[in-house]
C-alpha cells in the first residue's frame, strides 16, 4: 500500500453488539474470519495475520465504537495530532483506546465518529489463512448529515483525497491505492452503513451467498458491480445491525495525480452499472457511532 499522505490504510473497526455470540459466529461460521483473542466481553478477529481488524464487544447498545486507521510512523501520528489539536477535536485518549496496540490515540471528529490513530508493527510477510477468508479489510462506508464537513475533516486531518464525487453529495476518499478507504454517504442521520473485505474473485461472493442460503439467510444486495471503484460486491446485514460488504475487482489508483471524477448522483450507475436499481432500505441499515 503506498500511503497518499499520513494515513496508510485503513486498519480495524470496533464495534459494540447487543449480542457478541452471534455477531462473533456470523464473523466466524459465515463471513470467515479468524477470532485471534478473546476475554470474554471483547472479541478480536482478522482475515489476515494481524492481530485484529474487527472488534466486537458486548454491550447494551449496537454501535460503531471507533475505526482504527494505521499511520506508518510517529511522524505521522505526531502530524496527526497536531492537526487534532489545531481543529480543536476532542481527544478522547491519549493512549491508544483498543488493547494490543502500542502507539496512539484517539478523538471524536464530526458527527460523533470516534478514530483511533496508531501505528502497529506487523510480522515479516502477511499470509492468508483459507479459503473462506477475506484478504483483508478494504474500507468503511459511513453517512453523515453533513458530507461536506466529514469530506473536508477526512482531508484536512488525515490527508485522504477524493477518488469520486456523487454529484455533490457522496464521496469516495482513498488514502492508498484503493480507490476508497472510506466513503462518505451524505444521509438524514449518522451511520457506519457498512465495512467492506477484499474477495479474491465473484466466486468467494458467490460462496458467501451460498453459506447465507444454506442458513436460511439471504444478501441484503448483489451482486452489483458499482460505478465509483467499479467493484463488484455483495452485501448482506450482520447481527448487530450493519452491513458487511464484501468485494473483489476494485479499482486501483497508482497515479497519485488522478483527477477526481463526477458521477451525476440521479442516474444510478453511480452504484449499480448493470441494473441500476438499489433495493429499498437496503441504506437504512448501520450502526450510529458511540456517544462520548
Ligand atoms: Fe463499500
Redesign the pocket.
Known amino acids: 500500500m503506498t500511503a497518499i499522505g499520513a494515513v496508510s490504510e485503513i486498519g480495524y473497526v470496533s464495534m459494540l453488539t447487543r449480542d457478541l455470540t452471534a455477531s462473533t459466529k456470523n464473523a466466524i461460521d459465515v463471513f470467515g474470519l479468524h477470532e485471534t483473542d478473546s476475554t470474554g466481553k471483547k472479541v478480536f478477529l482478522t482475515a489476515q495475520n494481524k492481530h485484529h481488524e474487527l472488534v466486537y464487544t458486548q454491550a447494551e447498545e449496537d454501535a460503531v465504537d471507533h475505526i482504527g486507521l494505521v499511520v506508518p510512523s510517529k511522524d505521522e501520528l505526531d502530524a496527526v495530532r497536531a492537526k487534532v489539536d489545531r481543529g480543536g477535536y476532542k481527544v478522547v485518549s491519549e493512549n491508544p483506546i483498543e488493547d494490543h496496540i502500542e502507539e496512539g490515540f484517539a478523538f471524536v471528529g464530526p458527527e460523533g465518529y470516534t478514530w483511533q490513530i496508531y501505528t502497529e508493527k506487523l510480522p515479516y510477510s502477511m499470509l492468508k489463512r483459507g479459503s473462506l477468508t477475506a484478504d483483508r479489510l478494504g474500507?468503511v462506508?459511513i453517512q453523515a448529515i453533513d458530507s461536506h464537513a466529514q469530506r473536508d475533516f477526512l482531508h484536512e486531518v488525515f490527508d485522504f483525497v477524493v477518488s469520486d464525487n456523487i454529484g455533490d453529495e457522496h464521496f469516495f476518499m482513498r488514502c492508498n491505492n484503493d480507490h476508497h478507504g472510506i466513503?462518505v454517504f451524505k444521509a438524514p442521520r449518522t451511520a457506519m452503513h457498512?465495512h467492506?473485505w477484499q474477495a479474491g474473485n465473484i466466486m468467494d461472493l458467490a460462496r458467501l451467498g451460498d453459506r447465507l442460503a444454506r442458513r436460511g439467510a439471504r444478501l441484503a444486495w448483489g451482486p452489483v458491480r458499482h460505478g465509483a471503484g467499479d467493484n463488484i460486491?455483495v452485501y448482506y446485514v450482520e447481527p448487530n445491525g450493519a452491513v458487511i460488504?464484501y468485494?473483489c475487482d476494485m479499482e486501483t489508483i497508482r497515479d497519485k495525480n488522478r483527477p477526481e471524477r463526477w458521477f451525476d448522483a440521479d442516474d444510478l450507475y453511480w452504484i449499480n452499472q448493470w441494473d441500476g436499481q438499489v433495493p429499498p432500505g437496503v441504506l437504512d441499515y448501520g450502526v450510529k457511532p458511540v456517544a462520548r
Open positions: 474500507h462506508n466513503a457498512h467492506a460486491a460488504e468485494y
